[in-house]
């Protein structure tokens, strides 16, 4: 299985566990599972950092290349043709970093992990409910 995790499922892999559920357990731990990150949650973690609704125990550059070194997580570049992708994606909104995480589930056929309502209906893309 190959997995995209959302921003706050990223996180909440990192430093908030129990917050994951069953499945999304039993996933992230299945042998052979890829787990992605889009270099869009990185940008989307610089934001929260910055305006400290995260808080990080040391630079945040710091915090990501440990985050990177610690777990085996694959990163989900932004290209051509997840750009072009990610104005058409069908969303109910125009959040940049949903449609760029839509996008790269759709682009590198990643199933998208996510708790979030909006991006849980996409037609496109697989999903995994944080459940």
């Known amino acids: 299985m190959r997995l995209l995790l959302d921003t706050h499922v990223w996180l909440w892999s990192l430093v908030e566990p129990e917050r994951l559920g069953r499945?999304?357990?039993?996933?992230?731990?299945?042998?052979g599972?890829?787990?992605?990150?889009?270099?869009?949650?990185?940008?989307?973690?610089l934001l929260l950092i910055e305006k400290r609704r995260v808080i990080v125990d040391r630079s945040p550059h710091e915090w990501i290349e440990a985050a990177f070194a610690s777990a085996p997580f694959h990163e989900a570049p932004i290209?051509?043709?997840?750009?072009?992708r990610s104005r058409t994606v069908r969303l109910p909104h125009q959040d940049p970093a949903d449609r760029f995480l839509a996008a790269t589930a759709e682009v590198f056929e990643l199933t998208l992990v996510t708790d979030d309502r909006h991006l849980l209906r996409g037609k496109t893309y697989r999903t995994l409910a944080n459940a």
């Open 79 to 84: 290209n051509r043709a997840v750009a072009m």
């Open 33 to 45: 599972t890829e787990i992605w990150v889009s270099a869009i949650s990185i940008w989307e973690l």
């Open 23 to 31: 499945r999304v357990r039993q996933a992230l731990g299945a042998d």
